[in-house]
C-alpha cells in the first residue's frame, strides 16, 4: 500500500510527533515539588508575633525609587531594611506570590496543568501560621485558599473589577482590601490579640492595572502608590495602637515589575527589579540598599514569626536583617534553613541518580559535615565563626539542589535525540522508498538481537530505578532499530533531472533550513530567508510573475521592523485601512460586493478611531460576520483571494496596533501572483516519490507559515499581555476570551497561507513539509528551557510547538480553507433546490 494511504503510518507519525512533544516538556517541565518531606519544627518563639504583608502587584523598583511614598520613605530613613528583590521568571502575579510566601519558584508544570488553580500541594507560611487572613483578586487568594489544614482565611472581590477601561478607577480595587482589614479590626482583631503567627495578608492590584492601563509612568501608577502609603500608615498606626507595640513586623514588597509600555513578560529589568521594605519586631535598622532573591523572603518570614520553614523552600535567610539582641536566634534559624535545605537535595539525589537513601552523595556528606560543625561552635560559643560557616554552607547547599535538579536533563534530552534521529532517517527513507530485490535477513536477525540486548540491559540497570530514563532509553532503541531495518531493507530514490539538480538542490534547501532556524531565534534572519527564497523559487520553480517578485521582496522587509508590542502605531494601521479600502474602491466588483465592502471597511475605521464603542456588539458582529460575506464572493482563485483579504482584514484592524494589516495585505497579494496555472494539484494525486521541485515548494510554504507567526513579532502577544490588543472587543479581564481573541489575530494571515496551499500543494509537497519539519525540530529540541523570562520561556515553547506542528498546521489549514475558498451562497442554494426538485 502507498505509504499516503497507509493510516497506520499517519498513526505512527502522529504517536511519534506526541511522544517527542509530551518528552520535551516532561524533561524541562518536571515539577519541582517533592511531597512528604519532613519539616523542621521551631520550638521557640519568634521575634514578631503578627505579620503584616503588604504585595502591591506590579510595582516595579524603578518607579518605587524616583517616587518614594512619604509614609515608606520615613521607614526606609529610621526603622527598618529596604532594597531591590530580584523576582525570577516567568514575572506573573501567581509565581511572584508563590515565591514570597513559599520560598518556591513556580512549578513549570503549572503552565500545563491550568493557571488559575493549583496543580499541586506546596507549603507556605501561611500553612505554618496559627491563622492567616488574606484578602485581593480572587486568582491569587483562590490559591492559598484552598488549603488543607483551613488555616488561610480569604475572601476576594468580583473578577469584574478588574477592568483595563481607561475610565474606570483602579484604586478602588486597593480601598476594598484596606476596608476588609478595617473590618477584621473591628470585629476579628480580639479573638487573636494574644495569640502568635499570625499572618494578614493584603494583594493589591490596583499599580498592576494601573500599569497596564496607563503605564508604570503614569500620575494614575504613581497616584496609586500614594493612595497605598496613605492607607498602609493607617493601618500601621491602628496595629501599634491595639496590639502590644513592637510586637508586630510589617513587610511591604512586590511580586513583579512592568515595562514602560505596561506589560511583563518581555524579561526587561524593571520587570524583574521590585522593592521591599521590612520593618517592626525583630529587624535590624539599616537605610543602606540591600539586594536579595525574591525567595529569600520566605525564611525571613519563617523566622520573625518563629514558624517552619516550607518544606520546599529555596530561599537562604539573611541574618543581617534581624536586629542584634536575636543574633543567636537567628543562626539557629539559619540552621534549621539549611537542614531545609539538605533534605531537598537528598530527596532530589535519590530521584536522579536512583540510588538508595544509606549511599549518599559527597555533597550531602559535606553538608552534614557542616552542620555538625556549626552545632559545635555554637556550644563553644563562637557566634561569629558559626554565622560564618553556616553562610557559606547555606549556599554550598542551594547549589547542590540545583545539581541534581538538572542532572536527569541531559541524559534524557540525549534519549530524545536519539529517538528523533531515528525517525528522521526512517522517514526519509519511507518517502524516497524503493524495495530492495534481496532481502538480507542474517542481517535483519543480528541488528534485532542487538537492539534486544541493548533493551535488556537498560531495563536491568535502570528498570527498578527510575521509570522515566527507562521509558525513554526503550523509546531511542526502537526508533532507531526500525531506522536500520529501513535501511537494510529499502533503498533512497528521488525523481531528478540531473545529479547536478539534485546536489544544487539539496545544498540550496538545507541553508534556507539552516536560515529559517536561526530565524526562530533572531527573527530578523528571517528577511534573508524570503530574499533566498524568492531566489529559490525563480531558479528551480521557473516561475513568479514581477509582481510576485516584488511582494516577496517586500515580505522580506517585515521581520527586520521592531516586534508589535510598544507604543501603539496607529498612523500605520489607519494607512493599511485606507489601502485596504483603495483597492476595495478600485477594483471591479458587483455593486452589491462593493457596498458591502466599504460599509464595512468604515464602520471598522470609526471604531478604531473609538468614534464607535465596538465592545458592545459592532466589533463582534464584524468578527462573526466575515466567513458569510466571504462566501458571497466567486470561486476563481482571484476572486477568493481578494474575499478572504478584505473581510478578514477588518477584524485583524480592530485586533492592531502597528503594522500587521500592512504585512496580511502585502503576504495577500503575493499569493495572488503565484505561478498556479501549471501547477495545481490535488493532494491526492498518484504521484509515487518527491522530487526537488516539491521540496522547494514544502520549503515554501514552511516559511510563509513561519512568516505568520514571527514577521510581526505575534508570538510576543501569547507571551505578554498588553490589553490594547483586544479593547475593541473587551476590557473586562478575561484570560480566555482574550487569549481566544490574540490566537484569532494569529490564523488570520496562516488562513491564507491554507488557501494558497489548495492552489498549488500535493501529497508529496506534504510529505515534503512533514521531513523539512522534523528537520527543523531537531536543534529547537535543546532550546526549550524552564528558565529565563516569560517572553524566553514562551517563545522557547512556542518555536518547539511551531516547528513540530507545522505539517499538520498546513494539512489542518488546508482543509480549513475549503470553507472560504469552495462554499459559496449560490452553490448552497443551488444544491438545495436540485434535492428539492428531485424528491418532489
Known amino acids: 500500500m502507498n505509504y499516503k494511504y497507509n493510516y497506520s503510518w499517519g498513526i505512527l507519525t502522529l504517536v511519534i510527533h506526541l511522544i517527542l512533544l509530551w ?130 482565611i480569604g475572601k476576594s472581590y468580583s473578577a469584574s473589577w478588574q477592568d483595563f477601561d481607561p475610565s474606570s478607577s483602579t484604586i478602588r480595587l486597593d480601598s476594598w482590601v484596606f476596608e476588609q482589614f478595617l473590618q477584621w479590626f473591628n470585629n476579628d482583631a480580639d479573638s487573636v490579640k494574644d495569640k502568635d503567627k499570625i499572618i494578614i495578608f493584603f494583594h493589591l492590584l490596583g499599580c498592576d492595572t494601573a500599569g497596564h492601563v496607563s503605564k508604570p509612568h503614569s500620575s494614575a501608577y504613581i497616584d496609586n502608590l500614594k493612595y497605598v502609603d496613605k492607607r498602609i500608615e493607617e493601618i500601621v498606626h491602628k496595629t501599634e495602637n491595639y496590639f502590644e507595640p513592637g510586637s508586630t513586623a510589617y513587610l511591604f514588597t512586590s511580586d513583579h515589575g512592568m515595562t514602560d509600555w505596561g506589560s511583563h513578560g518581555s524579561g526587561s529589568k524593571d520587570e524583574t527589579e521590585t522593592p521591599f521594605v521590612i520593618w517592626g519586631a525583630g529587624v535590624s535598622k539599616n537605610s543602606n540598599l540591600q539586594d536579595i532573591e525574591q525567595a529569600d523572603l520566605t525564611p525571613l518570614i519563617s523566622t520573625l514569626l518563629g514558624i517552619p520553614v516550607p518544606v520546599n523552600n529555596e530561599g537562604i535567610l539573611k541574618l543581617h536583617f534581624l536586629s542584634s539582641e536575636y543574633k543567636e536566634y537567628g543562626v539557629r534559624a539559619l540552621l534549621r534553613n539549611i537542614r531545609q535545605l539538605s533534605f531537598q537535595v537528598e530527596a532530589n539525589r535519590e530521584l536522579s541518580l536512583g540510588t538508595s537513601k544509606i549511599r549518599t552523595n559527597w555533597r550531602e556528606r559535606q553538608i552534614n559535615a557542616s552542620i555538625q560543625r556549626i552545632e559545635t561552635l555554637m556550644r563553644e560559643g563562637k557566634l561569629a565563626e558559626s554565622i560564618a560557616e553556616g553562610e557559606r554552607t547555606v549556599l554550598f547547599a542551594k547549589v547542590s539542589l540545583n545539581y541534581f535538579r538538572q542532572y536527569q536533563r541531559n541524559r534524557l534530552i540525549l534519549y530524545l535525540t536519539l529517538m528523533w534521529l531515528g525517525w528522521i532517517t526512517l522517514l526519509f527513507l519511507k518517502i524516497t522508498a524503493k524495495p530492495k530485490q534481496i532481502k538480507k535477513s542474517f542481517l535483519l536477525k543480528l541488528t534485532f538481537c542487538f537492539a534486544f540486548f541493548l533493551l535488556l540491559a537498560e531495563y536491568v540497570v535502570f528498570g527498578y530505578k527510575d521509570q522515566r530514563i527507562l521509558g525513554y532509553g526503550i523509546l531511542s532503541i526502537v526508533s532507531i532499530w526500525l531506522a536500520i531495518f529501513q ?286 519539519g522534523n528537520c527543523l525540530t531537531l536543534p529547537l529540541i535543546f532550546g526549550v528551557t524552564n528558565h529565563g523570562s516569560w517572553l524566553d520561556i514562551g517563545s522557547a515553547i512556542s518555536r518547539f510547538i511551531i516547528a513540530l506542528a507545522l505539517p499538520y498546521s498546513l494539512f489542518i489549514l488546508y482543509y480549513l480553507s475549503y470553507a472560504f475558498i469552495s462554499l459559496r451562497f449560490s452553490n448552497t442554494l443551488k444544491s438545495a433546490f436540485q434535492k428539492a426538485s428531485q424528491s418532489v
Open 23 to 152: 518528552g520535551v516538556l516532561d524533561i524541562n517541565f518536571h515539577s519541582p515539588i517533592i511531597q512528604n518531606l519532613p519539616r523542621i519544627p521551631v520550638t521557640e518563639k519568634g521575634p514578631a508575633k503578627r505579620l503584616l504583608i503588604f504585595v502591591a502587584d506590579g510595582l516595579r523598583f524603578r518607579t518605587f525609587w524616583d517616587n518614594i511614598p512619604p509614609y515608606l520613605s520615613d521607614v526606609i530613613r529610621l526603622d527598618g531594611i529596604w532594597g531591590i528583590s530580584h523576582t525570577r521568571m516567568p514575572t506573573e502575579s501567581r509565581p511572584g506570590n508563590i515565591a514570597i510566601v513559599a520560598g518556591l519558584y513556580e512549578d513549570p508544570s503549572a503552565l500545563f496543568k491550568g493557571w488559575k488553580e493549583n496543580p499541586v500541594d506546596f507549603d507556605s507560611v501561611f500553612n505554618q501560621s496559627y491563622l492567616t487572613w488574606g484578602w485581593g483578586s480572587p486568582d491569587i487568594i483562590s490559591l492559598f485558599s484552598k488549603g488543607k489544614q483551613g488555616n488561610f
Open 487 to 772: 535501511f537494510i531493507n529499502t533503498s533512497s530514490f528521488l525523481r531528478i533531472k540531473s545529479t547536478k539538480i539534485l546536489l544544487f538542490g539539496v545544498i540550496m534547501i538545507t541553508l534556507l533550513i539552516l536560515i529559517m532556524f536561526a530565524g526562530l531565534i533572531y527573527r530578523t534572519f528571517f528577511t534573508f530567508a524570503m530574499l533566498y527564497i524568492v531566489l529559490l523559487q525563480k531558479i528551480l520553480l521557473s516561475g513568479g510573475n514581477s509582481w510576485f517578485l516584488r511582494t516577496g521582496l517586500f515580505l522580506a522587509v517585515f521581520p527586520s521592523l521592531p516586534v508589535v508590542e510598544s507604543e501603539p502605531r496607529i498612523i500605520l494601521v489607519l494607512i493599511s485601512l485606507f489601502f485596504i479600502g483603495l483597492i476595495s474602491f478600485k477594483r471591479e466588483s458587483s455593486g452589491k460586493i462593493k457596498c458591502l465592502e466599504i460599509t464595512r471597511l468604515i464602520l471598522t475605521g470609526l471604531v478604531y478611531l473609538e468614534i464607535l464603542d465596538g465592545r458592545s456588539w459592532i466589533s463582534w458582529l464584524i468578527l462573526f460576520s466575515t466567513p458569510i460575506c466571504i462566501w458571497m464572493y466567486a470561486l476563481e482563485f482571484d476572486e477568493m483571494i481578494m474575499g478572504v483579504t478584505l473581510h478578514l482584514s477588518c477584524p485583524l484592524v480592530l485586533l492592531s496596533t502597528s503594522y500587521e494589516p500592512l504585512f496580511f495585505l502585502v503576504l495577500a497579494y503575493h499569493f495572488r501572483y503565484w505561478p498556479i496555472e501549471s501547477e495545481q494539484k490535488d493532494l491526492k494525486d498518484n504521484t509515487t516519490h518527491i522530487d526537488i521541485q516539491d521540496l522547494v515548494k514544502a520549503a515554501s510554504l514552511m516559511l510563509y507559515t513561519l512568516l505568520c507567526f514571527f514577521g510581526t513579532g505575534n508570538m510576543a502577544s501569547i507571551s505578554s499581555f498588553d490589553p490594547r490588543w483586544t479593547r475593541h472587543f473587551v476590557t473586562v479581564f478575561s484570560p480566555f476570551t482574550m487569549m481566544i481573541l490574540i490566537l484569532l489575530k494569529i490564523m488570520i494571515p496562516l488562513i491564507l497561507v491554507g488557501c494558497a496551499s489548495r492552489a498549488f500543494a500535493s501529497s508529496t509537497v506534504f510529505a515534503g513539509v512533514l521531513f523539512l
